[in-house]
């Protein structure tokens, strides 16, 4: 068996551009697992192995690798920056112990940070951070250290210092040893030597330094307490476990920093993932739920000798077959085993199982509690799905996904290709959860929904390179909905008589706008027996139904409350199937009375642009019909946070480069849906009635 204290799942995560996948890079380095180190912008990183990664520079799959350090084996995922792709910082924090937030020391707090750092919250992930690009203009550790402690409402720890700063960044001072690990520039990161701390650093250095051992001595009560009255300080073996302690319960989080690209710093880091975070057994045990997703009240105890439970996260489809990302929670799981899925119901072989190294796969016959393997040809596994021991079974907390914003229509372009399409986008859909495909039953056109124009983008990308399949590709088309405005009481009867035994069905109901978020919601108030308590389920589904399609122009409606008040049956013609029907009738009858209106997705926008352009942009924003939230200076420019209407934002990448000559920067995700203006919905109303007379 092997030790559970000596694993870290670990993921590294951070804004786009902040140097996540090179500090991979150079973990991978350090721990022997790859000789050559493979750069992100000569396109050759390890982890960024899909073409369309290595041609834009970006992350988009999270890559899984495992490599070994001072004893330790790390699980290591590589997540995505992209706010188009927070889905896969979502998943891998779900099954990973501890993490790794790499932040840029120029750009300091950006965007996507936040984004992550409020999944890792929700999660409850221990984490490092480090300060990366040290060596940048403008690279500023302090500053970077205040950003987190005011934008994030975190609390770093500092254990190193920098020494000199952009071109003169040299190397780092480790504040518990008060040693100084100077690299030189050779590119080598075992080229550095450990000196003392330089003459003009070392007031500063105890300053830091008391303040390190403070915070972590708080940890414990009789050392805090000998600290201050007596002044001794502990062994650094204490300290390190008050500094694990305080991590772990998430009340500090150690602050490193260098320069990963330089190769400088990068061994602190890993010492410090070994030193302060987690092991599976030190995290708290996932909670098991029935089918109905309520928590039993067990849990997947850490332990190889307990049932199996084990929690698919991540599908990937490669030139050797499918491959479903495994986090094992409890249990020891070997080659043959017969699993069940506890979603489906239906049991599963284990064939292969492989530790993954970015695309390289070693083959392995037996994993454990605390692993995170990929399994080969899984049939009927989707992410979020839990694999149980057959005689033991329970089920896993699932992830909950978000719901697309976009979606754009897609055709092939012959008959050859079509066939080739389904295939490939059932794939696709699979691998990744916030990516929905559906057919337009009017058009038969297939339209896909996606997170935000760069997520479809690189899907039709996709498609075209990995899957060979050429499409034609729509307008960008806004997921609008549509909901009501008054409370508006009703009545319907529906009665049919033709030979025979008729249908009857009389329902007097109220209609009201339900709380935003709410959706539909039905209840039913009636007395005496005048709707019989057997068919109260057939007008739920009736008006249930009917909500996919709104009286506007056809949009799923959303937050309507139906109250069942009264009615009337017949003892021999009222059945089941009468009163879904009245109740559909009664749905088309009342909506165009109850004030119907058109609602429109509206995102949280954060612009960076340099200070000489805030006018502009905000200008342009205010044209888009955007409110601007609040305008924050920083070093090297202003950030703009704004809710913004999503169908006035397609395109606004190339609007915002032209107006900033190619400096600004934006993110954008969902927020909430809200009114459209008259104007537009008379708009959108018009453009989806003509849509559809095209599609005849």
């Known amino acids: 068996m092997t030790d559970l204290s000596k694993y870290r799942n670990i993921g590294i995560f ?52 495992t490599a070994f350090w001072k004893d330790h084996r790390l699980n290591i995922i590589d997540t995505p920056g992209h706010v188009d792709f927070t889905i896969e910082v979502y998943r891998s924090l779900k099954v990973l112990d501890g993490g790794v937030g790499v932040f840029c020391a120029s750009g300091g707090v950006e965007p996507q940070s936040e984004t992550n750092w409020r999944y890792a919250n929700e999660s409850g992930v221990a984490r490092v951070i480090f300060v990366n690009k040290l060596d940048r203009m403008g690279g500023d550790f302090y500053r970077v250290v205040d950003q987190v402690r005011n934008v994030l409402a975190a609390n770093p720890l500092i254990m ?36 003392d701390v330089p003459a003009d650093m070392v007031d500063q250095v105890e300053e830091y330094r008391e303040q390190l051992i403070e915070t972590a001595l708080e940890q414990d009560d009789d050392l805090f307490e000998a600290y201050l009255e007596e002044g001794t300080e502990p062994p650094l073996e204490e300290i390190k476990r008050c500094i694990r302690k305080g991590t772990i319960a998430l009340d500090f989080f150690p602050t490193l920093c260098g320069s990963a690209f330089k190769n400088k710093g990068v061994q602190l880091v ?13 995290v708290k045990p996932q909670p098991e739920v029935d089918l109905e997703g309520v928590e039993t009240g067990e849990f997947a105890i850490v332990d190889p000798a307990k049932p199996l439970r084990a929690l698919a996260f991540k599908i990937m ?128 056109e297939t339209i896909i929904k996606g997170m935000g124009e760069l997520h479809l983008d690189i899907k039709v990308d996709i498609l075209r ?51 935003t978020g709410a959706g539909f919601e039905f209840e039913s108030k009636v007395t005496g027996g005048n709707v019989p308590r057997e068919f109260w389920p057939a007008v739920e589904k009736g008006f249930k139904m009917s909500m996919d399609a709104g009286v ?22 009222s059945s089941a199937i009468a009163f879904e029907i009245a109740a559909k009738g009664g749905y088309r009858q009342t909506m165009n009375k109850a004030g119907p209106q058109m609602l429109e997705p509206i995102m949280r926008v954060d612009v960076f642009t340099p200070e000489d352009h805030v006018g502009d942009v905000i200008g342009d924003l205010n044209r888009r019909r955007s409110m601007i939230k609040s305008q924050e ?31 600004g920067q934006f993110s954008m995700e969902f927020d909430h849906y809200a009114a459209c203006p008259k104007n537009v919905a008379e708009e959108v109303i018009k453009e989806t009635i003509e849509r559809k007379k095209e599609q005849g």
């Open 160 to 195: 190193v210092l920098p020494i000199g700063i952009e071109d003169d960044f040299t190397g780092v001072v480790d504040l518990l040893t008060r040693k100084a690990w100077v690299w030189d520039n050779s590119g080598d990161p075992m080229n550095y030597t450990i000196e």
């Open 14 to 65: 951070a804004h786009v551009d902040a140097g996540k996948t090179t500090t991979t890079e150079r973990i991978l380095k350090l721990t022997g697992k790859i000789h050559k180190i493979g750069e992100v912008h000569d396109g050759a990183a390890t982890t960024d192995f899909m073409e369309q990664e290595a041609e834009r520079g970006i992350t988009i799959q999270s890559a899984a690798t």
């Open 270 to 282: 890993l010492d410090a993932v070994v030193d302060y975070l987690p092991n599976p057994m030190e």
């Open 317 to 444: 489809d490669d030139r050797f077959g499918a491959l479903t990302f495994t986090r094992i929670y409890s249990g020891t799981l070997k080659k043959g085993d017969t699993l069940l899925n506890t979603f489906t119901g239906k049991t599963e072989r284990i064939g292969r199982m492989v530790e993954m190294h970015a695309d390289e796969r070693n083959e392995i016959h037996t994993a454990q509690a605390g692993d995170i393997i990929a399994l080969v040809g899984l049939k009927n596994v989707q992410t979020g799905h839990t694999l149980a021991d057959v005689n033991n079974p329970a089920t896993l907390e699932p992830m909950v996904f978000p719901d697309p914003v976009i979606s754009i229509a897609i055709s092939p372009s012959d008959k050859a290709a079509a066939e080739k399409m389904g295939i490939a986008l059932n794939k696709m859909m699979q691998e990744d959860p916030s990516f929905r495909v559906e057919t337009d039953e009017d058009s038969g």
């Open 465 to 515: 390179r990995t899957h060979g399949v050429e499409v034609k590709v729509g307008k960008p088309q806004v997921a609008y909905r549509e909901s009501i405005t008054q409370v508006t009481e009703d009545s319907y009867t529906h009665k049919k008589q033709s030979g025979g035994s008729g249908q009857f069905g009389k329902i007097d109901y109220i209609m009201e706008p339900n709380e």
């Open 633 to 663: 200076a920083g070093p090297t420019g202003v950030r703009i946070k704004a809710d913004a209407p999503l169908s006035e934002m397609f395109g606004y990448i190339g609007d915002l480069r032209t107006m900033t000559s190619g400096r």
């Open 552 to 573: 506007l122009a056809g949009f799923p409606v959303v937050d309507v409350k139906v109250t069942l008040m009264d009615g009337g049956f017949h003892a021999v013609d």
